[in-house]
């Protein structure tokens, strides 16, 4: 009967987002934005007729994996080595803001107090789920818009990878003040080492395939080998490094970025995640959210929790990328498209849920934020593209070493 139950299920997600995508698309809207609608919509908010299920949950995770690995494929490596250093510091301002806006909300909301007594602690944890980036949410809408590609696309994709490792690292600070056996070292260390190893496999990986796809050039085989290397270094990176599924998924795409069948993967993976996964990731955003417990005190909390969250992102990267001479425009790009939130603000607040360092209630912010920053992204994001093409000749010289011009 349960697989009946999920037969109906994906039936009704696939239906919906794909009404509601059209109808965002008629409406000039992204189409994401209409899937996650559809969640909202069919979910416990509005209709109540799915549920969000371990099956759902699975599948969701699937869908951001291949959404990750295809953003992969088309990041170019030239860009994403002269944008670099650029994305490290901006993704450190992108977590600093946050995590000192989140603690100075909730001690304004409980009273503050001193460096490492409980309330102090909670209060940055509240800062630690500020910090997470989601940038599956990005992609997807800069991949509709085109500008995935380039300078401003590849830094916001190499910032956000980079933001969600510092994010885990300063989980992992605060943990340790709350649990003595949370090694920071070790984790520091596991990570380090996985960046160190896709890097040497990764070579390996690519010379490799080089050959195969000189022999079977456009052929199906290309793609299904593409597919389980995502989900081995999806696998390893989650299992054995403790470093985020998405961010193996998407070092595989850059291993293959660079060989001739790189678009003919990535058009495959396409097929997969438009039918399918990526309809029902996201609208299990939409799933997640339940709103039948929020009391006065806590909504008006909710509401500053996603305020400050979104303006700190932004604040953080936005004002990182002006020092590197990008426009102001270009800027607000970079800090709005680092703005979404998702599955790393929830494993962040289940990891504070575990060590008694978040109440329960406050899930529903996260939700919230997640299904805000999900929706708000994408729109702003097109707006800002429609009355600011991407022009981004002024930083090359920037990026080659050479005299940047001065912005006017």
Not at 63 to 88: H, P, Y
Not at 112 to 125: D, V
Not at 308 to 318: E, Q
Not at 377 to 400: C, F, I, M, Q
Request: hydrophobic share 50%; proline share 3%.
């Amino acid at each position: 009967m349960e697989t009946y139950s999920v037969l109906r299920d994906l039936c009704i997600i696939i239906v919906f987002g794909k009404a509601f995508g059209i109808l965002a698309r008629k409406l000039r809207a992204p189409q994401v934005v209409g899937e996650i609608i559809a969640g909202l919509v069919i979910g416990p908010c509005v209709l109540g007729i799915v549920q969000q299920t371990d099956f759902l949950s699975v599948m969701a995770e699937i869908g951001v994996i291949l959404l990750m690995f295809s953003a992969g494929l088309e990041t170019s490596i030239q860009d994403l080595k002269r944008t670099g250093i650029i994305a490290f510091l901006i993704a450190c301002a992108g977590v600093l803001v946050p995590l000192i806006g989140g603690t100075l909300l909730y001690e304004a909301f409980y009273g503050f107090s001193p460096w490492g007594s409980e309330n102090f602690l909670k209060a940055m944890m509240i800062g630690c789920i500020m910090t997470a980036t989601s940038v599956s949410i990005t992609v997807r809408a800069l991949q509709e818009l085109g500008h995935l590609k380039g300078i401003v696309g590849t830094t916001i994709m190499s910032a956000a990878i980079i933001d969600d490792v510092i994010g885990i690292i300063v989980l992992t600070v605060v943990l340790g003040f709350k649990d003595p056996s949370a090694n920071i070292g070790r984790t520091c260390l596991m990570t380090v080492l996985f960046f160190v190893l896709a890097l040497v496999l990764g070579y390996a990986i690519f010379r490799i395939f080089k050959a195969f796809d000189e022999h079977y050039l456009h052929t199906r085989r290309v793609p299904i080998l593409g597919l389980a290397l995502c989900m081995f270094m999806a696998y390893v990176a989650e299992h054995y490094f403790g470093v985020a599924d998405i961010t193996g998924a998407y070092l595989a795409g850059i291993i293959l970025s660079s060989i001739k069948d790189a678009d003919y993967i990535a058009e495959k993976m396409d097929i997969n995640s438009y039918m399918l996964f990526g309809p029902i990731f996201f609208a299990s955003i939409g799933l997640k959210t339940d709103i039948t417990g929020l009391t006065p005190a806590i909504l008006i909390f909710c509401v500053c929790f996603v305020l400050v969250a979104m303006v700190t992102k932004i604040i953080g990267c936005g004002l990182m990328a002006r020092v590197f001479h990008f426009h102001w425009n270009e800027s607000l790009k970079i800090g709005i498209g680092m703005m979404t939130r998702g599955e790393v603000a929830l494993i962040v607040a289940q990891k504070g849920l575990a060590v008694g360092l978040l109440d329960s209630t406050y899930f529903t912010a996260v939700i919230l934020l997640i299904v805000c920053s999900s929706i708000l992204t994408p729109v702003l994001l097109k707006l800002l593209y429609a009355r600011y093409p991407d022009n981004t000749e002024h930083l090359e010289g920037r990026y080659s070493n050479e005299p940047a011009q001065q912005n006017t």
